[in-house]
């Protein structure tokens, strides 16, 4: 063994040394997280899909609601416990009001929530609590408080989380997430959030990981073969842990050195940046609009052919608009004719005007028929906008509703490839379930254990050497 040779082996233990163990807690939580069903992670199995069709009932006009809350700034009319409400949005609050009698309502007391959670959950399991809480717990802790909790029987402890203002399901809770935000946490290696991909201790455990794969990497490389002086020689044959080790890394090695590679990349660049946000321009307060010149959403929706599950009103650049949502999806509509008012080229490109606030020129709006890799997570059609900025900035307006989708940038662009390279997923790049990353996934398991193992064996080995005097 050369000297080269010798160095690189040391380099690499004392690599697996500082980082073996955060490698080991990589590959096992990103086992998790690959074995495990997405939606199942989601919560989607513990309750019924929802769907609250509007009652056939005659309901009071927009403009008692603005008598009401001058300041309001939109309106939807749903279905809240059997009964048609306006959901009133306000600067910083949310009031329910009753759609027949105009009657504000209090916020939902336990027995409300109770009966929604009762209705909603999709098993027949009993409710071990319901609790008030002031601060949205950790689980959470992105949604707006006060909250109800409903806790149901049962050793995973299903949760339900409710808003007392608008009578929404917040979120799904159980075992299985709670498990899989442990290892979300360990994976990024943000213990106080859970969130922040771009934390300096992870860049740091990335970069040394990265060195370490690499040093293995070449230790596979260059002792494939012994030296032609000792071929002849009878070695021993290398404990099993070794054995393992070796076998383990031809098989997934290239692949964790692209994992770390695409971990560190995913980590370096500034979230805010792959979300869109550096262009971004402050949302408007709109004109004012005066509700007794709209029509009464409830008209809008006796006139539908179908079921409507909600008609939410909203000030847009081209004028009051209500959104009407049905069983094939959402419906947009002047809101002072009742006429259908589409996203035509030129309102998307107001939007997405009033959106950027970039150097760049904004190019005409491309119609998209389908949602392409951009936009994918989003149904229905596109108008894509196009920039000359630095960043390549591309604005995504729905067809349908008139609102900014998605906002994607260069950064976003290489954030993707990465993301791609670190799920496997080559065609859609957006599931992390499919057996090619799971059997990956137990691959970089076997290799991180026996990699700890060998660094443990050498520790005793190290440890019961004798002293000479």
Do not use: C
């Not at 990699?451 to 080995?461: D, E, I, M, Q, T």
């Amino acid at each position: 063994m050369g000297i080269e040779q010798r160095q690189v082996r040391r380099w690499h233990r004392w690599l697996a040394a500082i980082i073996g163990l955060q490698v080991l807690l990589w590959v096992v939580s990103g086992l998790y997280m690959s074995a495990a069903p997405i939606d199942w992670i989601h919560g989607d199995y513990w309750v019924k899909t929802e769907r609250r069709a509007l009652p056939p009932a005659s309901v009071i006009a927009p403009a008692e609601l603005q008598r009401q809350f001058p300041d309001s700034e939109r309106f939807t009319l749903k279905t809240l416990l059997g009964q048609p409400v306006y959901e009133v949005h306000r600067p910083g609050s949310i009031v329910l009001v009753d759609a027949v009698s105009g009657v504000a309502r209090a916020p939902l007391d336990a027995e409300a929530v109770q009966t929604l959670a009762q209705a909603r959950f999709a098993h027949p399991r009993a409710i071990r609590s319901i609790e008030w809480l002031e601060v949205a717990p950790a689980e959470v802790s992105s949604r707006p408080a006060p909250l109800w909790r409903v806790t149901f029987e049962g050793a995973s402890a299903p949760t339900l989380y409710y808003s007392p203002y608008s009578g929404e399901l917040l979120a799904k809770r159980f075992a299985g997430w709670r498990i899989f935000d442990a290892l979300w946490m360990l994976h990024i290696m943000d213990y106080a959030t859970r969130s922040n991909v771009n934390n300096a201790l992870l860049r740091l455990a990335a970069g040394i990981a990265l060195a370490f794969v690499v040093t293995g990497a070449v230790l596979l490389l260059v002792s494939r073969r012994r030296p032609v002086a000792v071929r002849s020689v009878r070695l021993p044959r290398r404990p099993w842990p070794a054995r393992l080790h070796r076998w383990a890394a031809w098989a997934i090695g290239a692949q964790l050195l692209v994992w770390v590679a695409s971990g560190l990349t995913m980590s370096l660049l500034d979230h805010a940046a792959v979300e869109g946000h550096t262009y971004v321009r402050p949302a408007a307060a709109g004109e004012a609009i005066d509700y007794a010149s709209v029509q009464a959403p409830g008209a809008l929706a006796a006139r539908q052919t179908g079921e409507v599950h909600r008609v939410a009103f909203h000030r847009a650049l081209d004028g009051p608009v209500y959104l009407v949502t049905t069983a094939t999806g959402v419906d947009r509509y002047n809101a002072r004719t009742g006429e259908p008012q589409p996203v035509t080229a030129a309102v998307a490109q107001a939007v997405a005007a009033a959106d950027y606030s970039g150097p760049g020129r904004l190019g005409p709006p491309e119609w998209m028929a389908t949602a392409d890799a951009e936009t994918r997570g989003h149904d229905g059609v596109f108008w894509r906008v196009r920039t000359d900025d630095d960043l390549a900035t591309t604005i995504y307006v729905s067809a349908r509703t008139g609102g900014v989708v998605e906002r994607r940038t260069r950064v976003w662009r290489l954030f993707d490839i990465a993301w791609m390279l670190h799920i496997m997923d080559y065609r859609q790049r957006d599931d992390f379930n499919h057996p090619l990353l799971i059997l990956m996934a137990l691959g970089g398991v076997g290799l991180s254990v026996s990699g700890v193992l060998l660094v443990w064996r050498r520790w005793r080995a190290t440890s019961r050497r004798p002293v000479v005097g």
